[in-house]
């Protein structure tokens, strides 16, 4: 009886031997397989979702996943290498993250179709010059005027003033020509810049002034001196205390509008009315033979 439980017991042992040592042997098993696995494969990074070209890629889009080895025919990229970059075609679900599927830009819509643009030259236009207002020049000696502003220079602007006494006591004064620039003062046919210039040691003083003035203003002025000149010849005491004068003004640089229209309504009137006489035709002709 006792001989019968000890090899009861015996073989008890030898079956908790063998079971323990075939589920060892099975993990064993498993873990070399586990391992070889392990060894021919890597992880690397694939989409968690369908990304769309031109979508940019975030951490969320990424999950680790054990490819073969076998499979592997590019460099698995490290997350620092896909976030942040754009999609250059769809990737799908699951689809390993490739560097050559990847970019730093955007792309361009392929629905968007780049045209060549051409630039159109526009034919130059001529430049048309109305020769009314291209100033001129007009040197007039200093003498004309009855007043001179010591203190003008080259670049300033005058008005010019026609003052014609009627009487003792009473003056007619028009304006001739407005904001009129300085382009010179002359001395001694030398250009010089002010009307008082130091020449040596010594003050000197201009002889003539350069107008710059258009065309229509060269003939107001003209015709105003000479005009003023005549009628003091025969209807004003024909000395020189009463004779036309002509007097410059100096005004500003800029013009004012509101002050210009006060002056052109002071403009002298310069229409002269021309009355074309009739010939008187001889109603008795006489005829002339050469012999």
């Not at 001739?176 to 000197?204: C, D, Q, W």
Request: hydrophobic residues 40%.
């Amino acid at each position: 009886m006792k001989n019968r439980k000890m090899r009861l017991i015996i073989g008890m042992l030898i079956g908790l031997v063998i079971f323990s040592s075939s589920v060892a042997l099975l993990m064993y098993t498993k873990i070399g397989k586990q391992e070889t696995k392990n060894a021919s494969s890597v992880e690397v990074y694939v989409a968690t979702k369908h990304i769309s070209r031109g979508d940019m890629i975030e951490a969320d889009d990424l999950v680790k996943a054990p490819i073969p080895k076998s499979y592997l025919a590019f460099t698995p990229l490290t997350a620092s290498e896909i976030i942040g970059r754009y999609a250059t075609v769809d990737i799908f679900a699951k689809e390993p993250m490739r560097k050559e599927k990847l970019s730093l830009s955007k792309p361009i819509d392929k629905s968007i179709v780049a045209t060549k643009v051409t630039k159109v030259t526009e034919p130059k236009k001529e430049k048309i010059i109305d020769k009314s207002f291209v100033p001129d020049t007009l040197t007039v000696s200093l003498s004309l005027f009855s007043n001179i502003d010591s203190s003008l220079k080259k670049g300033d602007f005058i008005d010019i003033i026609s003052v014609l006494s009627t009487n003792g006591t009473r003056f007619k004064t028009k304006y001739v020509v407005l904001h009129v620039p300085i382009y010179t003062f002359v001395s001694n046919n030398s250009k010089v810049g002010t009307y008082r210039f130091k020449s040596g040691e010594a003050m000197a003083v201009a002889d003539s002034i350069v107008f710059e003035m258009k065309p229509n203003e060269i003939k107001n002025f003209l015709n105003m001196h000479y005009t003023t000149q005549g009628l003091n010849a025969r209807r004003v005491l024909a000395n020189p205390g009463n004779r036309g004068q002509l007097w410059m003004v100096k005004c500003s640089n800029e013009t004012d509008a509101s002050l210009s229209k006060i002056k052109e309504r002071m403009m002298v009137d310069h229409k002269q009315k021309v009355i074309k006489r009739k010939r008187k035709q001889n109603k008795n002709p006489v005829s002339i033979s050469y012999e």
